[in-house]
Structures are given as C-alpha cells and as structure tokens.
C-alpha cells in the first residue's frame, strides 16, 4: 500500500509541476559585458502568462525582493529600435518600491526574453536578452538600461553583498525618491 500511495503522490506532483509551466532564472550582464549587476529574475511561464521574483535580497543586500508580472507579447520588432526584440515578456516590476521600501511613485517595465545570451551572442555584441523601461504612472517611458541575460544568478566584488549595484540602480537613484 505505501508504495501505490508514493506512486499517487508522485504521479500528483509530477502533474500539476507540469500544469504550471516552465521555472527560469536569468542573471543580468550590461550591454557592454563590463558588469553583471547584483539582481537576477526567477521567473515562473505558463504561457502568456508569467510571474516571478526580481531577486534583489540575496546577493545585493537589499531588505526585500520585488514582484514580476506580465504577459508574452506578439513579435517585438527590430525595426521599433527597442534594444531587446523578437520573442520577449513584459513584465511589471516593483523594484523601486521594494527598493524604497514603500510607494515610490516610479513603475519599471522589464522586457525579458526565456533564454540566456549564447558564446556567440555575447562575442557578436548582440541581440540583447533584457531591458527596462521607467515610467512615472504611465504617458512617456525611459529606456533605463538593456544587457544580455546570463545563467550566473547574482554578482559580487570581491565577495562583498551589493558591490556590483542592480540593473536599474544608477537611473533610479537619478531620481530623489531612491536613497
């Protein structure tokens, strides 16, 4: 009997795993390769749906980490002169509130493809994996900062927690509402 019971449970969680879609996680390289920025995204697709954590806690030192929320789009194209194109998600993010630790008036808009940057792609200098956009309640966006995606989640200097600054930190604290 217990075997037939692991056998149900097995079975169960292997089922509803499967219902939920696919697990990523994505590490964030500049554009120009010079930095891999402390954040990483670990995001949860069930397509067109997606949602997941901006990981800022772990390995940047940040008191909390931010929510991701968002949908596939249709063919992002080359010709928009958006940094990251082709298939691609675009997410809600809360990192200036978990940042601030409180309402903070700015909203990012991250663009995120579901595949780290090959050898090839990184040696080619493109095409990108991710970008943000800042906006301040909608009306006009900002591109903020675009890199490629890598598996490596989370950076560190020297093996210091936050030396190497989040993807979007230099643009947001541009603004006063980021300390």
């Known amino acids: 009997m217990k075997l ?24 964030f390289l500049s554009y120009d390769q010079s930095t891999q920025y402390c954040d990483y995204e670990v995001l949860a697709v069930s397509a067109p749906y997606a949602a997941g954590v901006h990981n800022l806690n772990s390995s940047c030192g940040l008191p909390l980490n931010a929510v991701m929320v968002g949908l596939a789009t249709s063919q992002l194209k080359a010709s928009s ?32 493809k579901l595949k780290a940057a090959t050898p090839a792609q990184l040696k080619a ?12 309640g909608g009306g006009t966006d900002y591109l903020g900062n675009w890199g490629f995606l890598t598996t490596q989640l989370g950076a560190t200097a020297g093996g210091k927690i936050g030396s190497t600054g989040t993807s979007f930190g230099a643009l947001a604290k541009k603004f006063a509402v980021i300390k």
């Open 4 to 27: 037939k019971s692991l056998a149900v449970i097995t079975l169960l969680v292997l089922g509803c795993s499967a219902a939920f879609g696919q697990s990523y996680s994505f590490g």
């Open 81 to 112: 002169g958006a940094p990251v194109y082709g298939n691609v998600y675009a997410l809600a993010d809360s990192s200036a509130d978990a940042e601030y630790i409180g309402v903070s008036g700015l909203q990012f808009d991250f663009i995120t």
């Open 125 to 136: 200098g493109g095409p990108f994996g991710w970008s943000f956009y800042l906006t301040f």
